[in-house]
């Protein structure tokens, strides 16, 4: 028998059924489970409505981690449910200023080998240590913490051989906008990339959290890193040694595909506005001005990376045109930060230190000015997820950023002949749990306390017979769940409420969709390559949903996506021939004779009767998959007692 791969091993020790071929489905065992606030809590809501009493999951972590700064009462709210949930369902609580969910969760919680499902799309960022790490919709993950399996259609598992060493001022970030540079966000669609080789040993696990956890923004499945020596030390530094095991690949283990990488070779990149894929070397685009610079989020915010910026700042001033502000990634990161000075440095450089929240990245604060330009080290910079329609958002990592800060450009700190000034690690970082409440034992009988602004969750319609509907919308490539349902402070106060929310949908693209969504009573929405990519967000499927969206037909669909508009009984149909896309047009009337037919010989036949052209369509769906979508999605199939 060929060796195994380490994902192979980690999807085969939680496998409950499916096949063994990429895109074959299969259902996994989940031992973990984090949710974010702005998810975490519909996700509850949905586990209420589907009547489920205790969580079963070895461990269920919320986190208060988007909404911490509770700039609206109704965060307030969500994070009073959220603890009331957690008491009464049987989870972690952790309180607002803990941290971002991924960081958080891979100081406190993670386990080699073990399998975390998060309502959030870079959970894969726990790959870093060996674990089977996936992000995906909040009704799946109420059924995962429900005890039920989380099915996803199998990944091909592509080898990634890392060799040399990042030459000073090349970073983890570096590692990850080059892969994004050659393969673009839809290069990982349908694969999960799997690191190794002698390259691997050279990076630290937060390193390889950066890297797990863009791997996203490549549409990649996850990506893992084995479990080795620095794994090691990077538990015994948190005082979790005991907690570590070793994980790898077998020596002789087969790949679907691979592809190798020259750390000697990667160079300071540098993300242009609008797409995490625009990387162009750092010299293309030295000398930008930039009003703001920003260090944190979940990709980037660990002790090296925020020391790495104090020490370049090094007592030296931000320049009098950048505000600079730093976010850690967690309480704990923080705390120690300012025990070794880092923080003062920081202040004394005139940089704003300040909660460990996920904060500017999905634009609640910090929203930057109108034709201004923001560096940030974040992982996406979709137009408008600042806040602010068509900003100006580069993505770089925190040592690039902290030159920047200095000069008030982009600047190639090489060119300059500045040598990166060496971090001293601590010997150990205390681990705190001061901020995390454990589940209570006792809480089954506690009551659940709503916000005033809940909404009931709403219900998919069942497909009964034809479907005939106006294209409400036709969109071009890359749409993000950001264009479709924003983040944005204003927004996410509507996370429990889905009528509010709808107000939202596609508004930065076009803000009459709604009116005319809302007056056809059902539609259909039209996008190119890669519709629904980024965030996991369930609401860009539940709030078009709730606005008469049946159908979305694009040439192609990012995974969580895909599988969020099944769940909510959408119709995911891709393009048999992409070249159909140029014969519709918005207001079109698009036609599906017999959806449940087709839906079973994936042949989809749309007539638009604008031309008269027949249209034919795929949706891939397996029978468990048509069975949740014509019932109108997973709540009403269950409401339905079908699932048994
Ligand atoms: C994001 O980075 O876009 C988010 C906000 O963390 C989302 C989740 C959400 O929409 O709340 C994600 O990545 O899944
Ligand atoms: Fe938070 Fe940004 Fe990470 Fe999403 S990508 S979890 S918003 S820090």
Redesign the pocket.
Known sequence: MPGRSLLTRLIDDHLIEGGARPGDEIALRIDQVLH?D??GAMSFLQFEAMGMHRVRPRIVVQYAD?QSLQNDSRHADDHRFLETACRRFGAYYAKPGVGICHVVHLEQFSRPGESILGT???TPHLGAVAMLAL?AGGIDVAVAMGGGPYILPRPAIVRVELTGQLRPWSTAKDVILELLRRLTVRGGIGRAFEYVGPGVATLTVPERATIANMGTELGLTQSVFPSDDRTRAYFRLLGREEEWMPLAAQEDAVYDDHMSLDLDAIEPLVAKPGQPDAVVPIGEVAGTAVQQVIVGSCTNSSYHDLAAVARILGGRTVASSVSCVIFPGSMQTAVALTRDGHTLALQESGAVVTTAT?GA??GYVHVPSVDTVSLRTFN?NFNGRSGLNGDRVYLASPEVAAVAALHGAIVDPRELGLVPPPVAMPARIDRDRTMIVPPDPGGADLPLWKGPGFAEVPLGRPFAGPLEAPVTIKLGDKIST?DISP?GAEAITFRTNVPKLAEYVFRRRDPDFVARARAAGSSIVVGGEAYGQ????EHAAIAPMSLGVRAVLAKGLARIHRANLINWGVLPLTFAHPADYDGIEQGDILAIADPAGDLARDDVRIVNRRTGATIRARAGLTARECAVLLAGGVLAYTRAGVAG
């Open positions: 974010q702005a998810t988007h959030d799309s870079h992000g996920c990245c999905p996406r950001d983040a980024g965030s996991s967000r």
